[in-house]
C-alpha cells in the first residue's frame, strides 16, 4: 500500500492511497456476488443475469463499492502510516480501479488538529469588575423579580416594540407545496421572531394579516434550504403590566408580609449569591485571557457542529417559551453565537495542550463518582447510565471532558485575579 498526504486550504489535507492485490480482489468478488444475486436486469430474472452483462451495466457502481470496501479495509493503517490524526469527518473521493491489475487508488480528505505552541501559563493574571453588594444590584435583582411576576394584558392597539404577539401561521414550503398551520408566540424586538417578520408586526393590529410571498428558509447552520410562503394573522396583542412594589406584591412573591421585609429578603439572598457570582466572572474572564493569548485555526468541520449544537439549544429554548423555531432569523442568531464556537473549540485545544503538558489523567475512582453524579441528575441509576454511554460510544468522550475540567480549575486555582477600581458615583447599599 503506498500512501501520499498533501496539504489543501486550511486546515485541510489529502490523503492519496494506493492498494493492489487480495484486497481488491477480495472486494471486487464481494461486489460481483451482490451484484449478480440481486441486480434487477431488463430481460432477465433477479440473480440470472450473466457477469458480463453486470460489469457493463454497473460499471460505476462496481468501482464505487469496491472503493468503498477497500478503504474501510484499508483507511485506518493509511491514516497510521501517514501520521497524520483527523478530526471530524473523513469524506471519500476520487476512487480510481483497474480490473485487469487489480489495482485500486482513492483519495481521502478531512480536517486535522491545528497547531499551535502553548503560551505560559504560570503566571496568569485576570482582570473582574468588584462584585459587591450595591443599589445597582439591588434595583436589578428587584426589576428581574417584578419581571417573574408581570402578567400580559390583551390591549386594543397597534403593536410596539415590548408587545406579545399571538399569531395564526400558515406555512407553505415551495419546493414541496407540504403546508403547516399552527400558533406561536413572541415578543416583538427581542429576537425571537425575524426581522422581515418584525418589521412588518409594527403598527398593525389584531385581525390583520401579513403575507411573505418567498421567504427563504435557512439551517441550523445558517445555510439556505429552500423557501416558503408565510401568512401570518394577529390574533392578539398583549402588554406587560409589572407588579407595583407594595405590601400585596411582597404576599406575592412568598417574601414576607411587606415591601421592607421583602426588599431586607432580596438582600440576603444577593449576600449569598455575591461568592458563586465573583467565581463565574473569574471563570468568563480566565477563558476571554486563554482564548486571546492563542491565535489559531479552528476546524470548520467542528466549527460547523458546535455552531448547530449552540443554535440548536437556543432555539430550544425560544420553543419552550412558546415560540415557533421556523420564525426565528437563523442567520442573525448563527452570527450572534459564531464566536461563542470559535470560543469554545479553541478553548478544548487549549485545555487539551495543558492537560497534556502537566501530564493529567482521570482515575476510575474519579470517573465512577461523575457517572453517578450525572445518573442521579437524570433521574436513573449509576449502572443504566453506565449502559448508555458504553452503547454510545461515549467513555473516551467524557474521559477528556473530565481531563479538561481538571485543567481548567487547576489554572482557575493558580490565576491572579484584580478588582477594577470602583466608580466613586456608584452608590453603596447600606
Keep these: 500500500m503506498k500512501v501520499e498526504l498533501v496539504p489543501r486550504e486550511g486546515l485541510f489535507k489529502e490523503l492519496r492511497v494506493e492498494v493492489e492485490g487480495a484486497i481488491v480482489d477480495n472486494a471486487l468478488k464481494e461486489v460481483y456476488q451482490y451484484l449478480m444475486e440481486n441486480a434487477e436486469v431488463e430481460g432477465f430474472r433477479r440473480g440470472k443475469a450473466p457477469l458480463w452483462i453486470i460489469k ?23 491514516i497510521k502510516m501517514a501520521n ?19 489495482k485500486l487508488s482513492y483519495k481521502v480528505s478531512f480536517e486535522t488538529q491545528p497547531e499551535f505552541e502553548l503560551k505560559d501559563l504560570s503566571n496568569l493574571e485576570v482582570t473582574i469588575k468588584p462584585i459587591k453588594l450595591n443599589d445597582e444590584m439591588l434595583r436589578k435583582a428587584i426589576e428581574e423579580l417584578r419581571e417573574e ?7 386594543d392597539r397597534e403593536i410596539r416594540e415590548g408587545d406579545l404577539v399571538v399569531l395564526d401561521y400558515e406555512i407553505e414550503e415551495l419546493s414541496s407545496g407540504e403546508v403547516i398551520k399552527d400558533e406561536t408566540s413572541a415578543i416583538v424586538g427581542q429576537g425571537m421572531l425575524r426581522q422581515e417578520i418584525e418589521k412588518e408586526l409594527i403598527g398593525k393590529k389584531e385581525g390583520d394579516e401579513l403575507v411573505f410571498e418567498e421567504l427563504d428558509l435557512y439551517s441550523t447552520e445558517g445555510k439556505p434550504v429552500g423557501k416558503a410562503k408565510v401568512k401570518l394573522v394577529v390574533k392578539a396583542v398583549k402588554e406587560k403590566k409589572l407588579p407595583e412594589l407594595n405590601d400585596e406584591f411582597a404576599k406575592e412573591a412568598g417574601l414576607g408580609e411587606t415591601w421592607e421585609e421583602a426588599q431586607e429578603k432580596i438582600r440576603r439572598s444577593l449576600e449569598e449569591r455575591i461568592e458563586s457570582l465573583r467565581k463565574q466572572a473569574i471563570s468568563e474572564a480566565l477563558v476571554q485571557k486563554l482564548v486571546q493569548m492563542h491565535d489559531f485555526e479552528v476546524p470548520k468541520t467542528l466549527l460547523s457542529r458546535e455552531l448547530s449544537f449552540l443554535v440548536g439549544r437556543r432555539l430550544e429554548t425560544l420553543k419552550q ?5 421556523r420564525y426565528v432569523d437563523i442567520r442573525l442568531l448563527s452570527q450572534e453565537l459564531l464566536p461563542f464556537a470559535v470560543q469554545n473549540i479553541k478553548l478544548r485545544y487549549i485545555l487539551e495542550k495543558y492537560s497534556q503538558e502537566k501530564g493529567f489523567e482521570v482515575s476510575q475512582e474519579e470517573l465512577e463518582k461523575y457517572y453517578e453524579e450525572l445518573a442521579s441528575s437524570y433521574n436513573t441509576s449509576k449502572e443504566e447510565f453506565k449502559e448508555y454511554v458504553k452503547e454510545r460510544g461515549l467513555e473516551e468522550q467524557i474521559r477528556k471532558d473530565l481531563i479538561r475540567q481538571k485543567a481548567f480549575e487547576d489554572l482557575l486555582s493558580k490565576v491572579k485575579v484584580t478588582e477594577e477600581e470602583e466608580n466613586k458615583d456608584e452608590g453603596q447599599s447600606s
Design 84 to 102: 497524520v490524526e483527523p478530526v471530524a469527518d473523513i469524506y471519500l473521493e476520487d476512487i480510481q480501479l483497474d480490473e485487469g491489475s487489480l
Design 149 to 155: 411576576h408581570a402578567v400580559w394584558e390583551p390591549v
Design 56 to 78: 457493463a451495466r454497473f460499471k460505476e457502481t462496481i468501482k464505487e463499492e469496491t472503493g468503498k470496501k477497500v478503504a474501510d479495509a484499508t483507511l485506518h493503517e493509511a
Design 321 to 325: 417559551l412558546g415560540v415557533d423555531p
